[in-house]
């Protein structure tokens, strides 16, 4: 380490440009025209070095696009060199293959000049309410059909707004206003953060962060490989099979320790499919691996480059995990959860105390149309499952997992839309059983206020293949949707028309350990809660339960676990 940065003072200083990372990410999320960010906070922010490096990053955000944006800054940065940018310089670009893997997210990055000398480089990236296209359904069969693409460019230069680029794209989406609005809440949340840098460094008397920056990634980068060098030397393999379209997708994931050095190859992993958006782009890949890797060896340290250098990812050009372009991308998010469960699959082998079971599979759910006064409306829902059991403890019932994005609050989806919701209840049984359970599922039911017209676009994932439980424990249950009851492929376009209701739920996740393991006064606990039914008390986890009283049978339950 730099003496210039005992651990104690790198520590403060470190902390300190992660707080600011944050400050710009909650004034992004104040400032934002859509509830995709002011509440699902489908978004990322942070702070890189003039090589476009990742140095802090706000905790808030999802990591598909947190990561992703490491890989999206070198891009940025050899279209347009530090040389080539001035003071008031605002670069944009959308590129699924450059930035973090769909159309949807826009990225906007700006250098941040001090004494006339760029410092450094502070990056937004958010969820777009809407990009164009024909539709976000999922019958796209090329990037083409998805909306407009906008490569590198400069959406101010030198304080200048590029009116000319905010007129291209305001005709090329159905809500000019507030996609608009949210590009300039990125500029206004880069800005906060710019200013609080310069404070920064002029606080601590820095004339550059290049020390610091080499300080915090070298410092990153030796704590993931000192965990990396713990593990057993040896090849660890796993696959986990999605939906997919027509037919079920394999996403195989080994995994490779030697000494410090850790290599993830995705190898045997099924080709890129032709039609519904659901291939996942490298950086994309990259990012979900990188996320699980660090949830499993440091899951306390920071995210920057220091963590992106502590392991190789090999991934096959042309497959379902690193499609070529022009393939279909828009809905990549489906493959997150499989990217993660095939790489967590393989750790597990490792050391199963650090691991996680399958869980339910978040998804994004738009809905289109026009409303009862005509205007047209475009709203996303992120519809979560439960999380898969750990080692110590349950899952997380309905929450969004690997994704990190929020569920939207019922009255604020129906404020300024025409979507209703229904209900929402908690599917009993849902939870795979374990000694520690899957996190539980809910049903949700959606309808449009009469008088309005629109579409589901569906991107359910996990409904084919139940979120599997760890070292004995039980599958979770699996996703579905269906239209007035009736069951609808999984990736669909559907219309909502008058009475129409829409039903929909993710999967639970699954159990971690033998279900008769489990304390049976919290088995009887989720009974009276009604996440776990007697019958499912009785067959799995093999206690007696008296629901007249809300007691345990001691007797016939120390008789079933004797007798299992």
Request: aromatic residues 8%.
């Amino acid at each position: 380490m730099d003496s210039e940065f005992d651990p104690i003072r790198l520590e403060i200083m470190w902390g300190r440009l992660i707080s600011i990372a944050q400050e710009q990410a909650k004034t992004l999320i104040r400032a934002s025209f859509t509830t995709v960010v002011g509440e699902m906070e489908d978004l990322a922010c942070g702070i890189y070095d003039l090589d476009g490096n990742l140095i802090a990053q706000a905790p808030t955000g999802t990591q598909g696009i947190l990561t992703g944006m490491s890989v999206g800054m070198k891009h940025m940065l050899r279209k347009y060199p530090l040389e080539t940018l001035a003071p008031g310089d605002v670069l944009l670009c959308n590129d699924p293959w450059m930035i973090t893997g769909h159309k949807y997210d826009v990225a906007v990055a700006t250098p941040i000049f001090s004494g006339g000398r760029p410092v450094t480089i502070v990056a937004t990236v958010l969820h777009g309410s809407d990009i164009g296209g024909i539709s976000t359904a999922a019958d796209s069969r090329s990037v083409y059909e998805e909306g407009l693409e906008i490569p590198i460019l400069k959406l101010f230069k030198k304080g200048e707004r590029n009116d000319d680029l905010f007129e291209v794209i305001a005709a090329n989406v159905r809500i000019p206003e507030e996609v608009a609005g949210d590009l300039m809440a990125e500029v206004a949340a880069n800005a906060v953060s710019g200013q609080k840098i310069i404070e920064f460094m002029d606080e601590y008397g820095l004339t550059s962060l290049q020390p610091l920056t080499h300080a915090i990634i070298d410092t990153t980068e030796q704590a993931a490989r000192k965990a990396v060098g713990e593990l057993p030397d040896g090849t660890y393999y796993h696959e986990h099979w999605a939906d997919g379209i027509d037919e079920p997708l394999r996403v195989a994931a080994k995994v490779t320790i030697q000494g410090e050095d850790m290599t993830v190859d995705f190898a045997g992993s099924s080709p890129q499919t032709t039609r519904g958006g659901i291939n996942s782009v490298w950086n994309f890949t990259f990012a979900f691996t990188a996320h699980t890797i660090k949830s499993f060896l440091v899951p306390y340290l920071p995210n920057n480059d220091g963590l992106f250098r502590s392991f190789k990812m090999l991934a096959p050009e042309g497959s379902v995990i690193n499609a070529k372009f022009p393939a279909p991308v828009m809905a990549r998010y489906v493959m997150s959860g499989p990217i993660s469960s095939a790489v967590f699959g393989a750790l597990a082998q490792v050391d199963p105390t650090r691991a996680l079971a399958e869980s339910g599979r978040t998804t994004m759910l738009p809905i289109t149309g026009v409303d009862e006064k005509g205007e047209h409306f475009v709203r996303w829902m992120a519809p979560a499952g439960g999380v898969g059991a750990r080692p110590i403890s349950d899952g997380y019932a309905v929450t969004c997992y690997p994704g990190n994005v929020k569920t939207v609050p019922t009255e604020l989806l129906e404020n300024g839309s025409a979507i209703m919701v229904v209900k929402k209840e908690i599917i009993t049984d849902s939870g795979g059983p374990g000694k520690y359970r899957g996190g539980c599922d809910q049903f949700t039911t959606l309808r449009l206020r009469d008088g309005a017209q629109g579409f589901v676009h569906c991107f359910f994932e996990g409904t084919k293949f139940a979120p599997r439980g760890y070292h004995g424990g039980v599958p979770g249950r699996c996703g579905e949707a269906r239209l007035n009851g009736v069951l609808v492929a999984p990736k669909s376009k559907h219309p909502l028309g008058p009475g129409d209701e829409f039903t929909f739920c993710c999967g639970g996740g699954g159990g971690y350990y033998d279900p008769a393991q489990r304390d049976p006064r919290t088995v009887l606990d989720d009974v009276i809660n009604k996440y776990v039914s007697r019958e499912s008390a009785l067959q799995h986890y093999k206690v007696a339960i008296d629901l007249d009283t809300r007691s345990i049978n001691w007797e016939e339950t120390a008789r079933l676990r004797a007798t299992r």
